[in-house]
């Protein structure tokens, strides 16, 4: 049996301030080649300068996916010819990464499965190239761009593993707050290698790296095609050959780019221009300290507040979403307050275009609804109707819910009252309930409600329409 082996190397990009060797800063909405200096573009005599900030993030990095923290680093220059390196050389960390020998945990149908990191290293990003049809250009914004190279060690089995892994990858840095991880715009890039052998054998499969893909589910349908492809070569007979494919996500194929009869000579050698930098215990220490809340934390914390895993895992999911439900959970029903925002208040706002930083609901008013909706004051219907005001225009609660003519009837008085009323006027659905069909209840649930004009309240309403029809 053919079974498959992944290793991933993921690349993210940091949102320092500055680049990680020149001054200039680093935005990637910033208009065409404006955020450049001469060092980004490669001119004779310059010099780096290591930015502290990017050692800071790679540090928090290292913390969070359980890395050795080398404590004294040099960089290295990685030597190669192509449009996008201005230098003709890339400055990297070959000889000594930043981290060394961690790992991520991943969930797998309920176990955990523990994805080993070799190693992560600090680097600088190339320019970008835009290919049109008559030209290749260049935006010299990216060139010095900080990055951090994070290399799996070939534990995936499956592209299900592959997926679960980049997307651990992607939450924990997206909550250590060091980059925005968009793999759609190119802030979070995976190459990932695989290779296919017998199940019994005990060396590994001709590996093949693919490039180019461009989202977390299409990490997973590159692997599966790849072993499709690998698997089909190998039960002909045929051999595979090393070498370097992209992904196609309008065939949603693997596309062959060049071969690698021979290995890349990169003549890599240590930066001269660079002295060795020693991290120290305390510098540990002081980014430990201040490591924000990971989300396995929250996770835990949602699961004993009563949150469903579906719940859990959208919450988390978005930052913004985490973070307003962080700042109101203490002040109300937080299943509810969970329901609302991964139901009726994201829709709402993808519909009308907005972030969190949009909308119109107070703390108050959001405690209000979510009471409301708790206590039976209003139904779930009702706050359909109530809710899209709330966040588009805002107001007061309680003066909406009486303009609206929202409020519940809970009163068992006036609700018994309308009850005896309807089931005095319909004699005909009282003698079908007596015979026992089941539609009489529901006809004469639909006329209370449209007496009410929909405020009764249905739960009540129904367990004192059942009492009073038993009695007759």
């Known amino acids: 049996m053919l079974v498959p082996t992944i290793g991933i190397e993921v690349h993210v990009e940091l949102k320092s301030k500055g680049k990680v060797f020149s001054k200039a800063e680093n935005n990637f909405n910033a208009s065409t080649n404006t955020n450049v200096t001469v060092l980004d573009l490669g001119y004779p005599g310059t010099l780096p300068n290591l930015n502290k900030e990017v050692v800071n ?17 040099h960089f290295d220059r990685k030597n ?4 996008d390196l201005p230098k003709g050389y890339q400055i990297t960390q070959q000889k000594t990464p930043i981290g060394t020998d961690g790992y991520v945990e ?33 935006n010299f914004n990216r060139a010095g761009v900080p990055l951090i190279e994070i290399v799996s060690r070939p534990d995936m089995k499956s592209a299900e593993e592959a997926m679960k892994y980049v997307e651990k990858l992607r939450e924990t840095l997206l909550y250590l707050g060091i980059s925005d991880v968009k793999i759609e715009e190119g802030s979070m890039r995976c190459d990932v290698n695989i290779s296919v052998a017998e199940e019994s054998s005990t060396l590994l499969g001709t590996k093949v790296e693919i490039k180019n893909i461009g989202s977390i589910s299409n990490v997973g349908v590159a692997i599966n095609y790849e072993i499709k492809r690998q698997s089909e070569i190998l039960e002909k ?16 194929s693997t596309i062959a780019m060049r071969s690698k009869e021979t290995g890349n000579d990169y003549r890599y050698f240590p930066e001269p221009d660079l002295p060795y930098f020693h991290i120290s215990d305390e510098w540990i220490k002081e980014i430990e300290d201040s490591m924000p809340i990971m989300p396995e934390v929250l996770r835990s914390e949602y699961e004993s507040l009563g949150l469903n895993e579906k719940n859990r895992n959208t919450i988390i999911a978005s930052k913004a979403m985490c973070e307003f439900f962080e700042i109101y ?4 029903n937080p299943i509810i307050l969970s329901n609302l925002l991964t139901g009726d208040i994201i829709s709402i706002m993808n519909k009308n275009d907005l972030d969190f930083g949009d909308i119109h609901l107070t703390r108050e008013n959001l405690k209000s609804f979510v009471n409301a909706l708790e206590t039976g004051k209003i139904s779930s219907k009702q706050g359909k109707e109530i809710l899209p005001i709330l966040i588009n225009k805002g107001g007061n609660f309680e003066e909406l819910i009486k303009e609206l003519g929202c409020e519940q009837i809970s009163d068992e008085a006036s609700l018994l009252e309308m009850i005896k009323k309807i089931i005095s006027e ?13 539609r009489a209840v529901k006809y004469l649930m639909g006329q209370i409600m449209k007496v009410s004009k929909g405020q009764a309240n249905p739960v009540l309403t129904g367990n004192l329409l059942e009492k009073e029809l038993q009695k007759l």
């Open 426 to 438: 319909n004699p005909d659905s009282v003698e079908d309930f007596k015979n026992g069909k089941d």
């Open 106 to 138: 991943i969930d797998i149908n309920g176990e955990k499965k523990r994805i080993r990191l070799e190693r992560m290293h600090i680097e600088e990003d190339t320019c970008k190239s835009i290919h049109t049809e008559k030209a290749t250009l260049l």
């Open 57 to 73: 993030m790679a540090i928090k990095a290292c913390l969070a996916f359980n890395c050795n923290i080398t404590r004294s680093m």
């Open 237 to 252: 007979g045929d051999i595979i050959h090393e070498e370097t494919r992209r992904f196609n996500d309008k065939t949603m």
């Open 329 to 332: 959970k203490n002040d109300m």
């Open 80 to 83: 190669y010819f192509y449009p």
